[in-house]
Every structure is written in C-alpha cells, then in structure tokens.
C-alpha cells in the first residue's frame, strides 16, 4: 500500500479521503498514473466511500484523466459516498458515467442551479455547454444585467475555448458549472489533461508561467492569438468580488477576494489545466471596468440573448416555450420560465415579448398561473395586453391561460395559491 497525501492506492484501488480539497488533483492524478499505468491494472475500483464534500474543481479533473485512461481500456468501478446526498450529486452531475460509462446512464438531472458535467471535443459541442449554463443562469438567478451575462459568457468561451485551441488533450475538455441565488453568484471549471499552459509557454519555471499567463497579451503564439482569454477572465472575477484559480504543472495560481494574489509551487505534477472561475453577477458595470484591452472597453457583439432571442422584428424578442423546457406540467418549472422570461425582458429592454407556443399542446394549471398568471399579476391588464402575444396556442392551452387569468384577476393579492 503507498499513500500520498491521503490518497491510498494499491491492489487496483484508489481510496479517496474525506474532504479532498484542489490540493489533492497532483495526488489524484499520480494515483491514477501507476495504478493504471506503471502497474497496468486494466479494472480499477475508485472508492469514494469515505467522501464527505467533494468539489467540482477535485472532481473535474479526476474526470478528464479517467476518460485518458477509459481510451486505453481500463474500466472504473465505483465506490459511492455513503452519505445519500453526495451519492445523489454522483449521478445528477454526470461524474458516475463519464468516470464508469458501462456501468452508470448519462445523468437526468433537469434542474438549473447546477450544470451537470459535459465533455466537449470540438467547437460545436463547446458552444452548446456554453449556451447550456448561460441558459441555466437565466433560469436561476434574479436581477441580471446583461454587462455581466455578456462578461460571463465572453469568460466562458475563452477559457472553454483555450483547451481546444492550446491543450493538445486527446480527450477534450470538461467544462461543469453551479448558480448560487442567494448571491447571483457562478462558479464555472474547466479542465483538460493535455500538454499544461507552462508547457504550452514554454517556461520552465512554472510559477512564473501562470503568473504571466493572465497578463494582456501573454499568449503561446502572437501570430495567432491575442492573449486576452485569461487575462481578461481574470479581470472579471477578481473585480466582481469572486475567484479565480488555476492548476497547471506543478504550479497553482489563487486569487480570493480581498486576499492578495498567490501563486505556489507544488513538487507533485498535473499534467493539464484547470481554471475556477467565479463571478459576481450582481456587480456593478462588471463589463465596463473589467473587459478592457490596449486600455480601451470591449463590449462582446452577438451574445447569447442576441443570438437565441432579438433575431425578429425591432424591439420585440420571441420565446419558443417548446424550445425553454419538455415539461409543463409543474409550478417548479414555471417558476424557472418565468424568471428566465422576466431576465430576458429586462436585459433585452425591448417593450414586446412573443410566446410562440408551437407543438405546446397541454400545459397544466400551476404552470400557466406561474408562468402567465403572475405575469398577468406583476404588470397589469393594459401593460400585459400591450406587451405580450400569444402566438400558435392551441385553443385547450389557451382556455387554461384564461382560467390562469381570471383567477389572478379575481384575487389580485394571491400568490401562487393554487399549488
Ligand atoms: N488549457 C490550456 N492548455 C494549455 N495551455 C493553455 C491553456 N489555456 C491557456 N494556455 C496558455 O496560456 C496562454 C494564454 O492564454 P489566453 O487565453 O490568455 O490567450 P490566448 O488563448 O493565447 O489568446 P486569446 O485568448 O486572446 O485568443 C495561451 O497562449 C496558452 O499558451
Ligand atoms: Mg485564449
């Protein structure tokens, strides 16, 4: 039996401690190198069952090195927590089939506070997972303005985009990401297991390679790129009062709110990156002071609600209610909707919305009084007949919406009493 800062291997086992913090990814992936391959073992049990947390920046990158290993035909057997929660966060965050894909189903999970983990290999693939969590953020947090929904998206195509372009890693990359409401906060993390942005920079002084990696204009090749990704994502987290980290080599960059900036070296090695960005939706003109280059603002054109959203008329944007969730039947999922519709119009600031309710043949009742009632309820008979069309309702949906209506309009004061 060898340990290595509480990881145990031997006999084709990885034990996995209670609490592995980022600390643990060298650990982690020296495991993972001689159980697999110094000592060839083709059936390797991974044995979390002592785990009481276990992050996404642990478990991302232990992720994306048993996919490496998966391609060479070692086959994982898990060991899940035994704590019902965290067993539960296995499945519903995809880890169970992406670590043991012939023995667990892609997860189900339909909720929006969390992205469950997606493996993308090419630009297709990464631009749906971006699309996926700027989706669920407008579905799970309140208040947003789109100078942060831009500077987060903007954030999530570079660091998503720099393993394609720089990583050389044969599996892709993982990209998985969570909403936390309370304070309009994301957390999104990205890891590849390719050649490691010291390597890619060519410095051999790790440290110093991460350190110069988020300063404007560092970049592998000027030729080719501009070396602003991480630069400017480095901006926006630490000015929106979040967080930022990289892993890469044998070096780890930190950066906290409030605390200085620190970068330490670890004689354990990654082979691969991973970056933790976390963002701050709720501050203040984040695009404008955080997205700068050559000292001028950028104001990234064509965003996620351009695109999905304002290609019609002027000033009207459209919702394909077919295209926002496969189920009506819920007042949970009306509330997802709604509030994605009510961010949508107001970061949109167009004075018309268009539900299109095409292949959208049976709602239920707390669907529609969450969805269309409150709407009924928070702006108004004349500013609700003005502003918003109902386009393709089938006529059985269209008398629930009625009934919807009519209740709100009896009982102005109710509040999602019909549940
Ligand atoms: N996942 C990664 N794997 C390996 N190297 C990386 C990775 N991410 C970043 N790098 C290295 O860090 C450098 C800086 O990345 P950054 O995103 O800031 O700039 P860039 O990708 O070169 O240019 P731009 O993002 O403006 O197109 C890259 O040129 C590359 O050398
Ligand atoms: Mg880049």
């Not at 394609?164 to 993982?174: A, M, P, Q, R, Y």
């Not at 991480?230 to 044998?250: D, E």
């Not at 009084?369 to 393709?392: H, L, Q, Y």
């Amino acid at each position: 039996m060898n340990t290595g800062n509480n990881i145990v291997w031997g006999n084709g086992r990885i034990t996995f401690p209670q609490n592995p913090s980022p600390a643990a990814i060298r650990p982690m992936a020296r495991a993972f190198h001689v159980v697999c391959e110094k000592q060839g073992y083709q059936e390797v049990s991974l044995d979390f069952s002592s785990c009481e947390t276990l992050f996404e920046s642990f478990m991302l990158p232990l992720v994306a090195i048993s996919q490496l290993y998966i391609r060479n035909g070692v086959d994982f057997k898990l060991l899940l927590p035994s704590g019902h929660q965290l067993r539960s966060l296995f499945h519903n965050s995809n880890w169970a089939h992406l670590i043991s894909p012939r023995h667990y189903d892609p997860t189900t999970y339909e909720g929006k506070h969390h992205v469950p983990a997606i493996h993308y290999q090419n630009g297709q693939t990464q631009h749906r997972a971006v699309d996926s969590i700027i989706d669920a953020v407008l579905s799970s947090l309140t208040n947003l303005n789109r100078g942060s929904l831009k500077a987060l998206e903007w954030s999530l195509n570079e660091i998503t985009d720099n393993v394609l372009n720089h990583s050389s890693s044969s599996v892709g990359g993982f990209v998985q990401a969570s909403t936390f409401s309370g304070r309009n906060v994301v957390e999104f993390v990205v890891a590849d297991t390719g050649i490691g942005i010291p390597e890619s920079l060519r410095m051999s002084d790790h440290k110093r390679a991460l350190e110069e990696a988020i300063k404007e204009g560092v970049t592998r090749d000027k030729n080719t790129n501009a070396g602003n990704g991480l630069f400017g994502s480095y901006q926006i987290a630490t000015i929106s009062g979040g967080q930022f980290h990289i892993h890469s080599g044998h070096a780890s960059l930190l950066a906290n709110a409030g605390e200085t900036l620190r970068i330490i070296e670890d004689k354990a090695f990654f082979r691969g990156a991973v970056v933790v960005v976390r963002i701050d939706c709720s501050a203040e003109h984040l695009l404008e002071k955080a997205l700068r280059f050559g000292g001028q603002p950028h104001d990234p054109p064509y965003d996620y609600i351009e695109r999905r959203f304002e290609g019609g008329e002027p000033d009207e944007i459209t919702i394909k209610l077919r295209e926002e969730t496969d189920s009506f039947g819920s007042r949970e999922v009306g509330r997802l909707v709604k509030n994605k519709i009510d961010n949508i119009m107001t970061t949109s600031r167009v004075r018309r919305l268009v539900v299109d309710f095409d292949g959208v043949f049976i709602i239920s009742s707390s669907f529609a009084d969450e969805v269309f009632g409150r709407m009924f309820a928070e702006m108004g008979p004349m500013d609700f007949m003005t502003k918003i069309e109902f386009k393709n309702v089938d006529s059985t949906v269209r008398s629930l919406i009625d009934r919807a209506i009519f209740q709100r309009a009896a009982n102005p004061g109710q509040n999602g009493a019909s549940k």
